[in-house]
């Protein structure tokens, strides 16, 4: 291997989203941080500049570099979320670009679930909106660990230093209150290119980072690897081969922490323990491996172990549960109601459960409970109950991403109704934690 | 301890981090595994092109010792390199796989499809591939595909929900939330698959040295004989080419993608080496397909309403 590709490679890699209404300036962000970057290449932007000349505009609309579908171009909006790949000498990059339009909230809630930090973009004009509580209010429910506020549109302002300061003050009393661990306020113009990738001479008085220079040097989260050890069973690996006729692996992503060779586990449900005898990294035996590595494991014993089960160190096993309490954003356009039978998703495991109580819908605006709501539909946030079948090895979300995350899908056509995080809602408020039942069902009747 | 560790650690500040090929790789075989484990019969796009290698590469390692539990199904439009012909065999049969293959010509030849006026037979893969995809009862279909490639394919899901006629309706696609693939579909629907979404060309060329993954031999620069048509070399063949206002010559030159002959073109490169080939990749300011494929220049949203049809 050269030095080149050892350069090339040895970067990080950094998911980030960015949520912004309409006029606030998002394309023009994403477009001038790709441009500037020199992330465009030349047939696309001659693309670009073809498109905008058929259109009649006289200068390159670099929005037409993200809306990628004929429907969006033609309306001029942007429909769904797209990913984009860009990399500098120090980090890789790949941005979930999304709408900041009527889907907003599901649109931003998919962009946020892998992103590990959030630019909320501001009109330096108008502040902090509706709008603005709005998308902190979703990255704090999602727990991306940094966001970032832009304050667009400095050039409209005289690039005062009151005003940026102001709005930075607001929104970071707010998005602390709901628990956003960092956040970062930068001032910028994407029109002019103010402290998106080089800094500004029109903002003496800011002495930060320009928004590229923080995308840059953001410690990407290595926390996963600080929580216990979790490790769904995807698939079990057999060969039954005459070279390997003895070997049973368990294939798998470690969703959060470290696991050794040598270490007792616990397979859950099922409660069985065993020892790792041996940890295979994709063909090669090694004595160590963390989150997020895909690795199959060996066990001493051999225990009855298939997908869905999960995997723990027996010292920091989870509870398992058949009652989730959760908050969920609703996804799906058909309402989900109380006593919906639903299929709920969580890691490697799929279960029938039924929808017990809706106890509240969250009014993201004011971070208001509607009690009871009955049923939530498109774009809602909310509270609910559920009654799984069979019992779950649930993390709370504020522990773990990947294992306090589930989805709810429809039985009967497969749809994707909700994204749900276990737990409490927001870091900064205390509600009551999900309760840690027993195993034994109360309610075995069930006719799904 | 292995070699894994030692360029886990490369050039990161933490104990715990992994390199960007790492996480990809990772993200990768999290997806051939979830596919395996939920679907009945998955089938992999198998072209003989980088990113299928890439795809076949990474199944065989995320079944590691176990074969691949998939097989391998070519969409042959009847204009392929020979020498990518020679590879896709040779490989199939090096790792005992099971390989189908749907024919253009066979089509054509049937009377089933008609002969483009301008000769390019991608388009004409959309039909052969949906098909055999309906009669051999795929569930799970892999493809190559990557979000970088082209801006339709850039909303494109890692899971893709297909209707029994195959087609893509970008606004009517699931939400995709962390690492919760939903592939629940309806008998006759079937889900395309796209483990390498998050792969950008340099992280295929990157992770194709790395692993020491072997290549057809049209990728590195070689003299051929080829013609210039719409801004683009193309190699001379029985499909059309040269025309009689149409000269060849004979350049030094490589190809950056492998398709159908008639519209995939050559890039002028002395570059033989995979460093090379890495080093005129990161310096390039031309995007994949923008360089060579005469398909996606058709029309603006020309991928858009191939993939709306059916095609990858």
Request: charged letters at 25%; a negative charge.
């Amino acid at each position: 291997m050269t030095t080149t590709t050892e350069q090339l490679s040895a970067t990080t890699l950094l998911r980030f989203a960015t949520a912004g209404s309409v006029d606030d300036g998002k394309s023009t962000l994403v477009g001038r941080l790709l441009h500037d970057s020199k992330s465009v290449l030349t047939d696309q932007l001659e693309a670009v500049e073809h498109a905008s000349r058929n259109r009649g505009q006289e200068t390159p609309d670099l929005a037409l570099l993200t809306d990628g579908l004929r429907a969006e171009r033609e309306q001029g909006i942007t429909i769904d979320v797209a990913y984009r790949y860009f990399a500098t000498a120090r980090r890789r990059f790949i941005l979930a670009d999304t709408p900041g339009h009527v889907q907003y909230t599901r649109n931003m809630v998919t962009g946020a679930s892998t992103a590990e930090l959030a630019v909320v973009l501001v009109d330096a004009r108008n502040g902090v909106v509706e709008q603005t509580r709005r998308h902190a209010a979703v990255a704090a429910l999602l727990r991306v660990p940094h966001v970032v506020l832009a304050v667009n549109k400095m050039d409209l302002v005289g690039y005062e230093e009151t005003v940026f300061a102001k709005i930075a003050e607001e929104f970071t009393a707010y998005a602390s209150g709901l628990g956003v661990p960092e956040i970062t306020a930068i001032p910028i113009s994407a029109l002019a290119g103010d402290n998106v990738v080089d800094p500004s001479s029109n903002m003496d008085w800011y002495g930060g980072p320009t928004v590229l220079e923080h995308l840059e040097t953001v410690p990407v989260s290595h926390d996963l690897t600080a929580c216990p050890a979790r490790f769904p069973v995807q698939y079990v690996i057999r060969p039954q081969t005459a070279e390997h006729p003895d070997y049973r692996g368990y294939a798998g992503q470690i969703a959060s922490g470290v696991l050794r060779v040598g270490e007792a586990v616990t397979v859950l449900p099922s409660g069985r323990t065993s020892v790792i005898e041996g940890i295979d990294s994709l063909g090669e035996s090694v004595d160590i491996a963390w989150a997020p590595q895909s690795v199959t494991l060996r066990l001493a014993d051999d225990i009855d172990i298939s997908r869905g089960d999960l995997i723990a160190p027996s010292a920091s096993a989870p509870a398992t549960t058949q009652d989730v309490e959760a908050t969920v954003c609703h996804v799906a356009d058909q309402p989900l109601a109380v006593g919906a039978r639903v299929l709920i998703k969580h890691t490697t495991r799929t279960v029938k459960a039924i929808v017990k109580e809706i106890p509240s819908r969250l009014t993201l605006d004011d971070l208001s409970q509607h009690p009871n709501p009955g049923q939530l539909v498109a774009n809602d946030i909310g509270r609910v109950v559920v009654r799984t079948a069979e019992p779950l090895a649930l993390d709370a979300y504020a522990d773990s991403r990947r294992t306090g995350s589930f989805l709810l899908i429809d039985p009967a056509d497969g749809t994707t109704l909700a994204a749900g995080m276990a737990g409490e809602a927001f870091a900064g408020h205390t509600e009551p934690a999900a309760p840690d039942a027993s195993g034994a069902s109360d309610d075995d009747g069930w006719d799904f | 301890m292995t070699t894994t560790v030692a360029h886990v650690h490369g050039g990161t500040d933490a104990p715990y981090a992994l390199s960007h090929l790492d996480s990809l790789e990772s993200e990768a075989v999290h997806i051939f595994r979830e596919v395996a484990g939920e679907f009945e019969k998955p089938v992999i796009l198998f072209s003989g092109g980088k990113d299928s290698i890439v795809m076949l590469h990474l199944a065989l390692k995320a079944f590691a010792p176990a074969p691949v539990p998939f097989t391998l199904l070519h969409v042959d439009t009847g204009h392929n390199f020979p020498e990518v012909l020679e590879y896709r065999d040779r490989t199939v049969a090096r790792h005992g796989l099971r390989l189908h293959v749907a024919s253009v010509q066979e089509y054509i030849d049937a009377g089933k499809l008609r002969e483009r006026p301008d000769g390019t037979r991608n388009p004409l893969q959309t039909v052969p591939l949906t098909e055999a995809i309906q009669r051999l009862k795929f569930d799970a279909v892999f493809g190559g595909g990557r979000r970088d490639e082209e801006k339709a394919r850039a909303k494109e899901r890692v899971f893709s929900l297909r209707d029994e006629f195959s087609q893509w309706d970008p606004r009517r696609q699931r939400p995709e939330l962390w690492q919760l693939y939903n592939g629940r579909h309806a008998p006759g629907e079937h889900v395309r698959v796209f483990p390498l979404s998050n792969w950008t060309e340099l992280d295929v060329w990157q992770y194709i040295a790395r692993e020491g993954i072997e290549l057809p031999q049209i990728y590195f620069a070689h003299e051929r004989e080829v013609f210039l048509r719409n801004g683009m070399w193309l190699t001379a063949g029985e499909w059309g080419g040269p025309k009689e206002d149409e000269t060849p010559e004979t350049r030094l030159i490589r190809y950056r993608t492998v398709g159908d002959m008639s519209c995939t073109g050559a890039v002028d490169s002395d570059a033989t080496t995979l460093d090379a080939v890495i080093t005129e990749i990161a310096a390039s300011r031309l995007t994949e397909r923008g360089a060579t494929r005469a398909d996606d220049k058709m029309s603006e949203a020309a991928m858009e309403d191939r993939k709306r049809e059916g095609y990858f």
